[in-house]
């Protein structure tokens, strides 16, 4: 079943970063202090400017000197010192030179051969994933090496995408900028990383404590553990204006569930970015996005970048964006299989620190050498040299290779044995990644504004370090036979903890959350979740629950209980996969589904073909043969509405706007009403079975399969409502 509803699960990872993110053992140490700023412009260089096509010679070896004065002899091979002032320097413990790699961390990427890369790569994935424009800038040494637009920002009339001009929604990037707004009151004392975040917000917006004692910390916000469940559809993402609400309202109005101890498990959450995002509001005494344009836009000179949204000037909400970039939006694209369709814009104003913030990749490409460069760009500095450490310092410990959230920022394994920092973002339409990596001076941005364009974001920045960085895999990795010989320790399902936990929206994010787990027989360890199936080996003992993906750099770690796998941690640390219990097997639900139809079919067939003989019954068996006929009508009306909404799944918008809808509501108001008439001949059941004489009561047979009915609904009623389906009041 969950492979039918593939399509839905996109709209719940919205906004979650669509590269893989991983931490690794120990905190990095601090960063340098930060030496002179790189004299840099005051505004994005049109990229013609950067690199004019007709006077730059192909580079003749695979690491030439950059024309820069910048490069000295720290760039020359094995050198570990800082590549440009206020560089990070090398960080001991990890790779400087790699074994068969093309470059070594201190020799710079050769400029016409990353823009030869790149074109290929970004090209190949536009045509075969069908991907209407893409912006990418590439930075290192303080320098902007590749800043370019493929494709076209709007087909009707083409406007082809401009990497200085044309802003693309970079979703979940948007929460590098809150978390940089945040550290910087950290740094001046206003606000406490271990204090309450109720200490920071208005009355109205506070968390409430929901039967838990324990306080929600502003460090929990960073690393996502304030043990919130994650609800998204029909209010993260709006298609029409009108529907956007304050922030603080929107806060107040669709407050999480609080469902596990802060601090425990990680589990992504857009609702506690925004909470932080409010706090510094709060705190400071202005509105969040009038905030980070004074505290970080305006001072790196961020012109092409913004939190605002462009719409109509509305009493009570944040301003539109300003008019000198209203129309440099990218429009946002689906390809239907034909064609690509427009889309609306997606407003997200009302969670603005989660997602709101669009931004060109000239801005990005500023953004990322100020990150570099532990907060200082061209003499401004954003942040101090405590907030620069903390992003690049994991919060909670975890498995080698699992994000451990450095204050906000993802860790990265990337190939070669680098570490990065940085985020992926996703709205319904466009997908994004940043990473930095520090020991390479590097930074990497790409944006696309098509749905189908989630995998060129994910895998573009490991692409590229690979390429220039990292020797060549031989794939695939071998399988173990020890694994192949303890399969039932991992054998089984897993449920995200990020998902809704009741209600319709819990029946389906529990459907699209879940992870099949298997042990194949050549010793490989087979995950399959909705409809996405990767292979991985063991790395290390495979009792200790560490793998590796056979394809690439990617790791997942599970906690071992008594020799047998209980929870399993992705590498993007987004979320916990917990084993699932017996009623929420998916396989449990789709066979008592199929029974349940079959039941009810055979029911109403068989009023057709019931003998005269069989037609005898007394007045118990006489009602409870009508309600039986009415529980197979609406058992059958229930799962053929919802198999017809599951139809509708393919467009992820619809579900998003218009969540729940009439249909799935009416399905749920079926099945509710089935299982109610389900409880009443269960209790019937007993008479049914005394009848009266011979001659006036039904037949064993019948009775037999009257009893199989009875008990086969109240199989799946049981089942169903452990699953969220027999709520049709609760979205």
């Known amino acids: 079943m969950r492979s039918i509803v593939h399509a839905a699960a996109a709209a ?3 906004l979650l970063a669509p590269a893989a993110a991983y931490a690794q053992d120990p905190p990095e140490a601090a960063p340098a202090a930060p030496a002179p ?30 024309a820069s004065s910048t490069t ?5 091979p094995g050198a570990t010192g800082p590549v440009v002032a206020g560089a990070v320097a090398s960080v001991g413990g990890l790779p400087t030179t790699v074994a068969g790699a093309r470059l070594t961390s201190g020799q710079p990427l050769p400029p016409a051969e990353l823009e030869a890369f790149v074109d290929g790569m970004v090209r190949d994935a536009m045509a075969r994933e069908h991907v209407a424009g893409v912006t990418v800038s590439v930075v290192q040494n303080g320098q902007v090496l590749l800043k370019k637009g493929y494709g076209f920002a709007g087909l009707k009339p083409q406007r082809p ?20 707004a945040l550290m910087k009151e950290v740094e001046a004392g206003r606000i406490r990383l271990d204090a309450p975040v109720n200490l920071y917000l208005p009355e109205k917006v506070r968390v409430r404590d929901q039967g838990y004692s324990e306080d929600v910390l502003v460090r929990h916000l960073m690393d996502h553990s304030p043990g919130f469940e994650d609800r998204a559809l029909g209010h993260l993402f709006e298609g029409n204006y009108n529907r956007v609400r304050p922030m603080d309202l929107y806060l107040r109005q669709e407050r999480p569930k609080r469902v596990r101890t802060p601090g425990r498990v990680s589990s992504y959450s ?35 970048t913004t939190f605002r949204e462009p719409h109509a000037s509305r009493r009570g909400l944040p301003g539109p964006a300003p008019a000198s970039i209203a129309g440099d939006f990218s429009d946002a694209y689906r390809w239907n299989g034909t064609r690509y369709e427009k889309r609306g814009f997606e407003y997200i104003g009302h969670i603005a620190p989660a997602g709101s913030a669009s931004s060109s990749a000239g801005d990005m490409a500023r953004y990322m050498i100020m990150l570099l460069n532990n907060g200082q760009l061209n003499g401004v500095t954003v942040f101090g040299p405590r907030a620069a450490q903390a992003f690049r310092t994991p919060l909670r410990p975890t498995p080698n290779g699992i994000n451990g959230w450095a204050h906000g920022f993802m860790v990265y394994d990337l190939p070669g044995g680098y570490r990065g920092y ?18 390479l001076n590097l930074g990497i941005f790409v944006s696309t504004n098509t749905e189908s364009g989630s995998a060129l974001a994910s895998r573009f920045p490991d692409r590229l370090i690979r390429q220039f960085y990292a020797a060549p895999l031989l794939y695939p990795r071998e399988g173990s036979a020890e694994l192949a010989r303890m399969s ?24 699209t959350g879940g992870t099949s787990v298997s042990v194949s027989p050549a010793g490989l360890l087979v995950t399959d979740s909705f409809g996405s199936t990767r292979a991985w ?3 290390g003992d495979p009792s200790e629950g560490r793998f590796i993906a056979v394809d690439g750099d990617q790791r997942m770690a599970f906690a071992m209980r008594d020799g047998r796998a209980v929870s399993m941690e992705p590498s993007n640390g987004a979320s916990l996969n917990v084993r699932t219990s017996f009623l929420r097997q998916p396989g449990l639900l789709g066979l008592l589904a199929a029974l349940t139809a079959a039941a009810a079919i055979a029911t109403l067939v068989g009023i057709f073909l019931r003998n005269r003989r069989e037609f005898r019954e007394n007045q118990v068996q006489a009602r409870a043969a009508l309600l039986q006929n009415i529980q197979a009508g609406l058992w059958l009306a229930a799962l053929a509405l919802f198999g017809f909404w599951l139809t509708k799944t393919g467009d992820i918008s619809q579900i998003m706007y218009r969540w729940p809808g009439a249909i799935l509501i009416t399905a749920s108001a079926c099945a509710f009403v089935a299982a109610f008439l389900t409880i009443a001949t269960l209790v019937a059941l007993p008479a049914i079975w005394r009848g009266g004489r011979r001659v006036d009561s039904w037949t064993p047979l019948r009775k037999t399969f009257f009893t199989v009915t009875v008990l086969v609904y109240s199989a799946f009623t049981v089942v169903a409502f452990t699953w969220g389906a027999l709520t049709p009041w609760s979205g």
């Open 161 to 180: 995408v401009d990497p200085d001009r044309t802003l693309f929604r970079i979703g979940s990037i948007s929460k590098t900028f809150t978390w940089i």
């Open 37 to 66: 700023a790189v004299d840099l412009p005051d505004r994005p260089i049109p990229y013609t400017v950067v690199r004019p096509k007709k006077s730059t010679p192909r580079p003749k070896s695979a690491a030439p000197k950059r």
């Open 537 to 539: 080996v063991p790395e």
């Open 422 to 439: 940085g985020h992926g973002g996703a709205t319904i339409f466009f997908h994004s990644n940043m990473v930095v990596v520090p020991q």
């Open 270 to 304: 857009n609702y506690g970015v925004a909470l932080a995002g409010q706090a510094v509001s709060y705190v400071t005494g202005r509105p969040f996005e009038r905030h980070i344009e004074e505290q970080i836009l305006v001072p790196l000179g961020l012109g092409h």
């Open 72 to 76: 000295t002899a720290a760039a020359t």
């Open 12 to 14: 719940l990872a919205l």
């Open 488 to 511: 039932g320790a991992f054998d089984g399902e897993f449920l995200t903890t990020r998902r809704a936990y009741s209600g319709l929206e819990g029946l389906v994010t529990s459907l």
